[in-house]
């Protein structure tokens, strides 16, 4: 296999060379298609690949820059789409067997229509866990998805197709949706930027469609994913909880914001979590180091919070539903995995009492995060407790520092943002001694996109990662 041409790297540098004519969207696309092909058939990030649909695509993007016109700022641009948001000609299957017989979509989602609208083409649908449910790729409809750091490990879930595929080199960007750590997860496990917006900030088709999830993307640096957030983030009239335009430019933003002086507070544990101490002592070291680089001032203060599994998994039921058709439940239960079946039989008749549970569990929550937030403006965590695990999952019970856990607690971090609908961002770390990557999260005020980013962003420049990993024999 050729060597990756040098724009092919991020998504800013090949838009800036298909602007420049330096070479046309449909090179780079065929670029993408020959990726594909040579390291989708180890890693399974893509479920579907239509090459005639993507490179019409191209041509239309190239013709419009032999009219003089401005394709847009992802001019070119290769795009993986995760197989939970909508893109027209494409079917959307969920990770389902259920659904994986649907036919194509005819309308994109708000997000990869503004994608689209800005020059990105989209070249296939990336693997998700079966309805978006579990933090790794194994499903009955599209089988395993695994990690370009290690075939033998998972790259995250529930958008692990999109993280494996950018890891990998075949898209330098691919959408990602996060209703619980589903972004930052698959970001943590393969070395990439994985930012949660402000819910609300992305736009979805109606609200009713769930609480906690959010559009965004993994890429592999982070101007990367303040572009994505300029070119999708606004209101639309479809989702009522839309947020207002943010009044400024992402892109701008990372280089000049200035947060020197902004509260930090370190958290290994949350006052809840079991973390792998190799995974804690790295992502420890990079708070540090960003602390220092951002010049922000530290705070000790204990955080101690509620589990938040037990409320993200109350409401996280309730949003499975929305995904069915009438009759799917029970009479096709036999197609769904496991965990998705085990959801569907225990909420089948969940009652109001139980559900104003999980709302007051839910609020106790919320009261939690918004006293830290009194106190600190930056909360610093690791992304994942545990480095990527088995590919085809965790099992049914983990050791983590000694203690054993359920496998959902190896991920015990991320959910908070959703369910207080905080930005957050996963940045990579550094390596454990096996070689794989490890996540730092940076959880900050809700609305403060723009502070997340440019504190990624100054971490990135005091502690630069690689953007892929070691090349696989050519």
Same mark, same amino acid.
């Given at each position: 296999?050729?060597?990756?041409?040098?724009?092919?790297?991020?998504?800013?540098?090949?838009?800036?060379?298909?602007?420049?004519?330096?070479?046309?969207?449909?090179?780079? %696309?065929?670029?993408?298609?020959?990726?594909?092909?040579?390291?989708?058939?180890?890693?399974?990030?893509?479920?579907?690949?239509?090459?005639?649909? #993507?490179?019409?695509?191209?041509?239309?993007?190239?013709?419009? /820059?032999?009219?003089?016109?401005?394709?847009?700022?992802?001019?070119?641009?290769?795009?993986?789409?995760?197989?939970?948001?909508?893109?027209?000609?494409?079917?959307?299957?969920?990770?389902?067997? &259920?659904?994986?017989?649907?036919?194509?979509?005819?309308?994109?989602?708000?997000?990869?229509?503004?994608?689209? #609208?800005?020059?990105?083409?989209? %070249?296939?649908?990336?693997?998700?866990?079966e309805?978006?449910?579990?933090?790794?790729?194994?499903?009955?409809?599209?089988?395993?998805?695994?990690? !370009?750091?290690? !075939?033998?490990?998972? $790259?995250?879930?529930?958008?692990?197709?999109?993280?494996?595929?950018?890891? #990998?080199?075949?898209? !330098?960007? +691919?959408t #990602?949706?996060?209703?619980?750590g589903?972004?930052? /997860? *698959?970001?943590?496990?393969t070395?990439?930027?994985?930012?949660?917006?402000?819910?609300?900030?992305?736009p979805?088709?109606?609200?009713?469609?769930?609480?906690?999830?959010?559009?965004?993307?993994?890429?592999?640096?982070?101007?990367? +994913?303040?572009?994505?957030?300029?070119?999708?983030?606004?209101?639309?009239?479809?989702?009522?909880?839309?947020? *207002?335009?943010?009044?400024?430019?992402?892109?701008?933003? /990372?280089?000049? @914001?200035?947060?020197?002086?902004?509260r930090? =507070?370190?958290?290994?544990?949350?006052?809840?979590?079991? &973390?792998?101490?190799?995974?804690?002592?790295?992502?420890?070291?990079?708070?540090?180091? @960003? /602390?220092? =680089?951002?010049? @922000?001032?530290? %705070?000790?203060?204990?955080?101690?919070? $509620?589990?938040?599994?037990?409320?993200?998994?109350?409401?996280?039921?309730?949003?499975?539903?929305?995904?069915?058709?009438?009759?799917?439940? *029970?009479?096709?239960?036999?197609?769904?995995g496991?965990?998705?079946?085990?959801?569907f039989? $225990?909420?089948?008749?969940? *009652?109001?009492?139980?559900?104003?549970?999980?709302l007051?569990?839910?609020?106790?929550?919320?009261?939690?995060?918004?006293?830290?937030?009194?106190?600190?403006?930056?909360?610093?965590?690791?992304?994942? +407790? &545990?480095?990527?695990?088995?590919?085809?999952?965790?099992?049914?019970?983990?050791?983590?520092?000694?203690?054993?856990?359920?496998?959902?607690?190896?991920?015990?971090?991320?959910?908070?943002?959703?369910?207080?609908?905080?930005?957050?961002? $996963?940045?990579?770390?550094?390596?454990?001694? =096996?070689?794989?990557?490890?996540?730092?999260?940076?959880?900050?005020?809700?609305? =403060?996109?723009?502070?997340?980013?440019?504190? +990624?962003?100054?971490?990135?420049?005091?502690?630069p990662?690689?953007?892929?990993?070691?090349?696989?024999?050519?």
């Amino acid at each position: 296999m050729q060597p990756r041409p040098p724009w092919m790297e991020t998504a800013i540098g090949t838009a800036q060379a298909v602007r420049r004519r330096e070479v046309s969207a449909r090179e780079t %696309v065929q670029e993408a298609l020959r990726r594909i092909e040579a390291r989708n058939p180890e890693l399974n990030a893509f479920v579907v690949v239509d090459p005639e649909l #993507a490179l019409r695509a191209a041509d239309r993007v190239d013709e419009r /820059i032999a009219r003089g016109e401005d394709p847009g700022p992802l001019a070119g641009v290769p795009l993986g789409v995760k197989d939970m948001d909508s893109c027209a000609g494409f079917p959307t299957a969920y990770g389902s067997a &259920v659904l994986k017989s649907r036919p194509p979509m005819t309308e994109d989602s708000v997000h990869v229509a503004r994608l689209r #609208a800005a020059g990105a083409v989209p %070249v296939g649908m990336t693997s998700s866990s079966e309805l978006g449910t579990v933090h790794f790729v194994r499903t009955r409809a599209f089988g395993v998805t695994r990690n !370009p750091w290690n !075939p033998a490990k998972t $790259s995250g879930g529930s958008s692990g197709g999109s993280s494996a595929a950018v890891a #990998a080199g075949m898209v !330098p960007i +691919a959408t #990602a949706g996060d209703g619980g750590g589903s972004t930052r /997860i *698959p970001a943590a496990f393969t070395g990439l930027v994985g930012l949660k917006p402000s819910y609300g900030r992305i736009p979805r088709e109606g609200a009713v469609t769930s609480q906690t999830a959010v559009w965004g993307a993994l890429t592999t640096t982070v101007a990367d +994913a303040a572009r994505h957030l300029d070119v999708t983030a606004g209101p639309d009239d479809r989702d009522r909880t839309s947020l *207002p335009p943010a009044g400024g430019v992402y892109e701008r933003a /990372i280089e000049a @914001l200035d947060v020197a002086g902004l509260r930090a =507070a370190w958290s290994v544990d949350l006052g809840y979590a079991a &973390v792998d101490p190799e995974v804690a002592e790295l992502a420890e070291r990079a708070a540090a180091a @960003l /602390i220092d =680089a951002a010049a @922000l001032r530290r %705070v000790d203060r204990k955080v101690t919070l $509620s589990d938040p599994v037990r409320a993200w998994l109350g409401v996280g039921a309730i949003d499975i539903w929305l995904h069915l058709e009438r009759g799917d439940w *029970p009479d096709r239960q036999q197609e769904m995995g496991s965990f998705v079946r085990g959801s569907f039989a $225990s909420t089948e008749h969940f *009652p109001a009492p139980r559900y104003a549970g999980v709302l007051r569990r839910l609020m106790r929550l919320e009261h939690e995060v918004a006293e830290v937030f009194r106190d600190v403006d930056v909360l610093l965590t690791p992304t994942t +407790a &545990v480095p990527a695990f088995a590919a085809e999952g965790p099992g049914r019970q983990m050791v983590i520092d000694g203690r054993s856990v359920d496998p959902a607690l190896s991920v015990p971090f991320t959910m908070v943002a959703n369910l207080c609908w905080n930005p957050a961002v $996963s940045v990579p770390a550094g390596l454990t001694r =096996a070689g794989l990557p490890v996540g730092l999260q940076i959880m900050v005020r809700r609305h =403060a996109d723009d502070v997340a980013l440019r504190l +990624a962003r100054l971490f990135e420049q005091a502690r630069p990662w690689p953007l892929r990993p070691p090349a696989p024999p050519v």
